[in-house]
């Protein structure tokens, strides 16, 4: 009698079958990053990051200081900022208290020149997500820049309703209010999770509308969802590491002298572009978008880029478990910021 275990199924070549696919997909997206030479971009990136945060800073401090107490919109603000970028904040504080106290000389006009300015920032994001997403035609230099304006300004009303979450979840957090005989709040690892998790959603509600909007092409919010869920983690995760290196390892003094708190702020910078610029490109071979470079081609060719064929709908689905996992993994890290805070974790205000 014949055997039947030629006709069952083999689970591993299922499995085998599986990691292949995932491996394409990485390999696919190793190979369009080196093409689309992110590490410059995130050079550029960084480099205009500098110039445009402090008028972005001074901007929404300016704006706030207009209908709000100047010492607790200075203090408020701090907090969130120095939280965000590690090893900076001596530079931070000095600048933000001279626009406070000079915020009286402050009109309108110099209001919005500060968001204008920091619409540069914007600009180079827009450059890099392009390539990314292999468009070769950009939007008119106006609507460009009234996209930029308006990133700069949700940008801003994001961080304020970050800033009043997080000032409710901390007042909660203050109260003693026993619930059948314990205290929901005081020292709970849950509710010391939530507080982690809030940075975590605040940096995926930014990444999500960078991905959706900024580049001069039609992006999903599946494509732009995937790509915040992989680049927010890593962004969160990196902070952490950044920040332990930062006060244990790296010595920027010694090798930079009075430059080096600038030095570590360009640093953090360029790490946080990269990983911008890595959820994009994720999100662009999910999507099946080549190059710039290849588009460039198949535009000389008379070919549209969209008939470029794509991943195959198997090989896009494991290659979203992939990133899932990815994401998870880093989100995972953030419990042993819940779980065991490192020192200077939120740095003193001078």
């Not at 990691?19 to 394409?24: I, T, V, Y």
């Not at 540069?120 to 997403?133: D, E, P, Q, Y």
């Not at 940008?155 to 209010?177: C, M």
């Not at 890593?234 to 003094?253: C, G, P, R, T």
């Amino acid at each position: 009698m014949p055997s039947n275990s030629s006709s069952e199924p083999n689970p591993w070549s299922r499995e085998e079958r599986r990691l292949r696919e995932l491996w394409r997909f990485g390999k696919a997206t190793f190979q369009k990053i080196q093409t689309d030479q992110i590490t410059y971009l995130a050079a550029a990136i960084s480099y205009y990051a500098i110039f445009s945060l402090f008028p972005l800073l001074l901007g929404l401090i300016a704006l706030a200081s207009l209908f709000l107490d100047a010492p607790s919109v200075r203090a408020t603000v701090e907090e969130r900022v120095i939280s965000a970028l590690p090893a900076s904040a001596d530079l931070v504080t000095r600048n933000i208290d001279q626009v406070v106290e000079a915020r009286g000389t402050l009109g309108l006009i110099s209001i919005l020149g500060f968001f204008w300015s920091a619409t540069g920032v914007f600009s180079a994001i827009r450059t890099a997500l392009n390539r990314a997403w292999g468009v070769q035609h950009t939007r008119p230099f106006i609507q460009a820049k009234l996209l930029e304006l308006a990133m700069v300004l949700s940008l801003g009303a994001l961080l304020v309703v970050s800033v009043g979450l997080t000032w409710i979840l901390q007042t909660i957090a203050t109260l003693e209010v026993p619930i059948l005989g314990l205290r929901p709040f005081s020292n709970n690892p849950l509710w010391n999770l939530t507080l982690t998790l809030v940075p975590l959603a605040f940096t995926i509600l930014v990444f999500i509308p960078l991905y959706r909007y900024v580049p001069d092409t039609h992006v999903t919010w599946r494509q732009s969802l995937l790509g915040a869920a992989v680049a927010g983690p890593l962004f969160e995760l990196s902070k952490l590491l950044f920040v332990w290196y930062a006060e244990n390892k790296a010595n920027y003094a010694l090798v930079y002298g009075s430059v080096g708190t600038v030095i570590a702020l360009l640093t953090w910078a360029y790490i946080s572009a990269v990983i911008l610029l890595l959820g994009a490109e994720v999100g662009a071979v999910y999507a099946g978008r080549p190059s710039s470079q290849t588009a460039a081609a198949l535009q000389e060719t008379a070919m549209e880029p969209h008939h470029v064929a794509q991943l195959p709908t198997a090989q896009r689905r494991r290659g979203h478990r992939l990133l899932v996992a990815v994401a998870t993994m880093a989100l995972a890290s953030l419990l042993l910021r819940c779980l065991f805070p490192t020192r200077g974790e939120h740095p003193p205000r001078t």
